[in-house]
């Protein structure tokens, strides 16, 4: 099977990384960071640079010799900041939020089999705003939905969680899956579980994965002394708050009187 495939928003390739391990052909990649094109780059993949509000769909194709209707699949990840938890959650009324108009403007033009499209969750409660930057009853999602039922992609979509597939992280993400010619199209099923009779099918841990490297030779930051013998106070899945009060402030130094709650301080993960 031809699984020939675009990326756009493509930054240092990470969905596309994944995609290719599972046997996709990305053919090219493209972003305005000039940085992720000299990774693109360095890597041996081809990409073209630019803001995608700029670039022709016409223009990409024949870079990778592609007719309308020919791709396999097109793929990106609109800038997500508009829509998430962490920011203002402007949606749309931020110019970056409108570029998923030209992710539906390159499925529209280049027609491929499939699409998929990748965001942060708060993709799923983000709300258009009025002129007073008011939240109103629309939202975001029911409007990207629409354009795409208006180009008769059939859709699927839900936040998947990296830890669910054997990634040692917790990193919930949207993901949408399109298809052109109304084939049957689902979300992955969980491959890991936090409780499983089969340790092989429980979630990973970044002890898991990297503690064979603790002592390997290599390029690494280093801990001070000082740092370091804080750290070994602190219990796993704890913070700076564990630590006993009276060397609070030799070990947070300015920080201990700052505001906010600081939780990244002498942060230790869970084995």
């Not at 990384?17 to 996709?24: E, P």
């Not at 990305?26 to 073209?48: E, F, P, R, W, Y």
């Not at 092989?200 to 030779?217: C, F, H, M, P």
Request: hydrophobic content about 40%; aromatic content about 8%.
């Amino acid at each position: 099977m031809d699984l020939k495939t675009i990326s756009l928003f493509s930054g240092a390739m990470g969905l596309d990384l994944g995609l290719m391990q599972a046997g996709i052909d990305v053919k090219i990649g493209q972003d305005l960071d000039n940085s992720c094109i000299k990774t693109m780059s360095a890597n041996g993949h081809k990409s073209i640079a630019g803001d995608i509000r700029n670039i022709s769909p016409g223009s990409i194709l024949e870079l990778v010799g592609m007719k309308v209707g020919e791709p396999f699949l097109v793929c990106g990840g609109p800038p997500c900041q508009p829509f998430s938890t962490a920011g203002k959650r402007l949606g749309i009324n931020d110019p970056r939020g409108s570029l998923f108009k030209d992710f539906v403007r390159m499925i529209d033009e280049i027609r491929p089999r499939f699409f998929v499209m990748e965001n942060v969750k708060g993709l799923m409660s983000s709300a258009l705003k009025d002129k007073n930057g008011n939240n109103t009853d629309t939202k975001i999602l029911d409007i990207i939905l629409d354009e795409f039922r208006k180009l008769n992609y059939k859709t699927v979509y839900g936040v998947l969680d990296a830890v669910n597939y054997g990634v040692p992280q917790f990193r919930e993400r949207f993901v949408m899956i399109g298809s052109r010619d109304n084939e049957n199209i689902f979300l992955p099923v969980p491959t890991h579980f936090r409780i499983h009779q089969n340790p092989a099918y429980r979630w990973t841990t970044l002890g898991n994965v990297i503690k064979d490297l603790e002592n390997a030779d290599g390029e690494c930051a280093m801990f001070s002394d000082s740092r370091l013998q804080f750290l070994k106070m602190v219990p796993e899945g704890g913070n700076w708050k564990d630590l006993p009060a009276d060397i609070l402030p030799d070990a947070m130094g300015g920080a201990y009187s700052s505001g906010g709650g600081k939780v990244g301080f002498y942060r230790r993960l869970c084995n």
